[in-house]
C-alpha cells in the first residue's frame, strides 16, 4: 500500500501545467484585486489554456471581462 501512495504522491507532485495554472491564476487574482483588470484576464485565460476545465479561472476570466 505505501508503495501506491508513494507512486500517487510523486505523480501528483509532478503536473508542471496545474503548478503553472495554478500560478497564473493566483497572479490573476493579485492583478485583479489592484484593479489591472486586463493583466488579470491575460491570466486567467493562460490559466485556462493549460486547464480548461478551471472553473475558477473561467468564473474570475468573467468578471475581469466585466469589470473592464
Known amino acids: ?3 501506491y501512495y508513494s507512486k500517487i504522491n510523486e505523480t501528483m ?3 508542471p501545467r496545474s ?3 495554478e500560478k497564473l491564476f493566483e497572479s490573476g487574482r493579485v492583478s485583479f484585486s489592484a484593479g489591472k ?3 488579470a ?3 486567467f485565460a493562460k490559466a485556462l489554456e493549460l486547464q480548461p476545465n478551471y ?3 473561467k468564473h474570475n ?3 475581469s471581462y466585466g469589470a473592464l
Open 1 to 3: 500500500a505505501s508503495i
Open 13 to 15: 507532485s509532478y503536473c
Open 19 to 21: 503548478r503553472q495554472a
Open 37 to 39: 483588470y486586463t493583466e
Open 41 to 43: 484576464a491575460q491570466s
Open 55 to 57: 472553473l475558477d479561472a
Open 61 to 63: 476570466l468573467a468578471s
